[in-house]
């Protein structure tokens, strides 16, 4: 149980396009779902915070116009990544908070997805 | 504010050895404590996690993890290690009680010889 996706895993585009990233529980229902970026050799980087139903909370430097979030429901969020510049090129991993109660406080994460912007 | 600190970027051990990975964290209170493992190009996968109780957790794959409080440490242990573990581990902590945002340690690379 318990299992993230995360859709495209992969995606190369070209610079100025927009790109959306999928992310599902499968298998349970999440309230909350985080994105994540992660550099090479480098631990992740808390995204924002998207809670079903409501807006987004960005952390700190994150730009919320760029990294457009939605949480239409309790088992999917998108993230698209508007104007895409080879900068936003990076390993984006997604994750789910499971609702059910008893697992509310653990985190279940996706497969990540490869965005490469040339 | 939380920090979470693996004091060791990399670690090489020999198939069939023990292993140790450390982890400390700097917290007001005791926080979640959780072990994620990512193969390369992959997502992460939790193994483990503390919340209260039994300060000694076991995780899957044969791993466990000890919640010391006086040291503020939760380190994660396998007695024999197998090629397939190598991967990178990130401990990680998240407030008691609600909000749920993880904070992660840099991660420990762990290469396994044959």
């Known amino acids: 149980g318990a299992v993230v996706s995360q859709h495209p895993s992969r995606v190369i585009c070209k610079s100025g396009t927009s790109v959306k990233i999928e992310c599902r529980s499968l298998?349970?229902?999440?309230?909350?779902m985080f994105w994540y970026r992660q550099f090479p050799k480098k631990s992740l980087m808390l995204m924002a915070t998207?809670?079903?139903?409501?807006?987004?909370?960005?952390e700190q430097g994150v730009e919320k116009d760029k990294f457009l979030i939605n949480h239409a429901s309790l088992t999917l969020s998108t993230l698209t990544v508007t104007s895409a510049h080879p900068e936003d090129s990076s390993f984006y991993i997604c994750?789910?908070?499971?609702?059910?109660?008893?697992?509310?406080?653990?985190?279940?994460f996706g497969p990540g997805t490869r965005l490469t912007v040339l | 504010a939380q920090s979470v600190t693996q004091p060791d970027i990399h670690i090489t051990v020999s198939e069939g050895a023990s292993l140790e990975l450390r982890c400390n964290y700097s917290?007001?209170?005791?926080?979640?404590l959780f072990w994620y493992v990512q193969s390369p190009g992959q997502g992460l996968q939790l193994l483990l996690k503390?919340?209260?109780?039994?300060?000694l957790v076991q995780g899957i794959k044969g791993f466990e993890a000890e919640f010391k409080r006086s040291q503020s440490s939760f380190n994660l242990r396998k007695p024999s290690v197998h090629w397939s573990d190598a991967a990178e581990y990130f401990c990680?902590?998240?407030?008691?009680?609600?909000?749920?945002?993880?904070?992660f340690g840099t991660g420990t690379q762990l290469k396994v010889e044959l």
């Open positions: 298998d349970f229902q999440a309230t909350t």
């Open positions: 503390y919340f209260s109780g039994d300060t």
């Open positions: 998207s809670n079903e139903g409501s807006k987004a909370t960005y």
């Open positions: 994750s789910a908070r499971d609702a059910t109660s008893g697992r509310e406080n653990t985190q279940y």
């Open positions: 917290y007001g209170a005791t926080p979640y």
């Open positions: 990680a902590v998240a407030p008691l009680g609600g909000g749920n945002k993880l904070t």
